[in-house]
């Protein structure tokens, strides 16, 4: 007779679970989003992106950008938003570095000239000087830059 209290009194094996949960990994994922069904990083790396194309704010979008990559790394998802913000403003700070030094250098160059004829109207008030290709009177140039 079968005890109530033992319910494999009559040494019958338990039945196996009708379902066994997958075996994970410890290696990130990169092909989905997590369970949650964003990713994280993602609206950063919007923002990124926008401020990246925007002059003047290139070094905030690149460090966003760089941020958004890395909170994607750390939930094991890809995050391509990310990594296009951080190209495009890599590479629009490099031309707006290029064109700034460009600008300096070619203020530098017209402000060097028009110091070297005023200092020759210096040495002979009453001559004459071309300055940006048109010939003045040292008169005239002295008193237009406050001489």
């Known amino acids: 007779m079968t005890d109530p209290n033992q319910p494999n009194s009559q040494n019958v094996p338990p039945a196996p679970p009708?379902?066994?949960?997958?075996?994970?990994?410890?290696?990130?994922?990169y092909n989905a989003a997590p369970s949650g069904g964003?990713?994280?990083g993602r609206t950063m790396a919007i923002v990124a992106l926008i401020l990246a194309i925007i002059p003047g704010t290139?070094?905030?979008g690149l460090i966003l950008g760089i941020v958004a990559l890395v909170q994607s790394r750390k939930a094991g998802v890809k995050n391509g938003l990310?990594?296009?913000a951080i190209i495009v403003s890599v590479v629009l700070l490099i031309i707006?570095?290029?064109?700034?030094?460009?600008?300096?250098?070619?203020?530098a160059?017209?402000?060097?000239?028009?110091t070297t004829q005023i200092n020759?109207?210096?040495?002979d008030p009453s001559g004459s000087v071309t300055w940006q290709g048109v010939t003045t009177s040292c008169q005239e140039l002295l008193e237009s830059n406050g001489y």
């Open 38 to 40: 964003s990713t994280p």
């Open 82 to 84: 990310a990594i296009a």
């Open 96 to 107: 707006g570095i290029i064109v700034v030094i460009a600008l300096v250098s070619l203020a």
């Open 58 to 60: 290139q070094v905030i």
């Open 120 to 123: 020759a109207c210096f040495e």
């Open 109 to 114: 160059s017209v402000g060097g000239d028009l």
């Open 18 to 29: 009708a379902y066994e949960a997958p075996a994970y990994s410890n290696a990130p994922q």
